[in-house]
């Protein structure tokens, strides 16, 4: 008998989550570590530009006292800084630093480069399938919950 697939996915998910926040490389160059919170939230500063508390928490689902302690540390580290909104709107949004952007593209090579190591083995076509089954896999999820993560271009 063979186990049910949803019983699977949900496990390996979760040790999927795991295995990826324990990934060789996950420090800055400079030799901090830039936590989970601060690498999500720079990623959609860059993917999706200037966001306020409230558009954080429509795409993330965190609730603001969350979000206004995330941001906070991001204030105290220099890696983002508050801005008024460019399309005129009242609510104050906060955009990446140029440390900010640096320390989330080093974080960002630093785990791409460990993927990169751990499926070195695969096939591009499997690297290419899984990849493409991933993101039908978040925008599914996506779609259900109403949150839309911005994507960074084919470039990024």
Aim: aromatic share 6%; charged share 30%; glycine share 8%.
């Amino acid at each position: 008998m063979t186990a049910d697939p949803i019983n699977v996915i949900e496990y390996e998910s979760m040790v999927f989550e795991r295995h990826l926040s324990s990934l060789p490389g996950r420090t800055r160059r400079s030799g901090g570590v830039l936590d989970q919170s601060a690498y999500t939230l720079l990623n959609l500063l860059q993917a999706g530009g200037p966001q306020s508390i409230g558009e954080l928490s429509a795409v993330t689902g965190l609730d603001a006292s969350t979000l206004n302690r995330q941001t906070a540390a991001l204030l105290r580290d220099d890696l983002a800084e508050r801005i008024a909104d460019p399309d005129g709107g009242l609510a104050r949004k906060f955009r990446a630093t140029a440390h900010g952007e640096l320390s989330a593209q080093e974080e960002r090579a630093a785990s791409r480069a460990g993927l990169g190591r751990l499926m070195e083995d695969w096939a591009s076509e499997d690297r290419e399938a899984f990849a493409e089954l991933l993101g039908r896999f978040n925008r599914s999820i996506e779609e259900r919950t109403g949150r839309d993560w911005p994507r960074p271009t084919a470039s990024d």
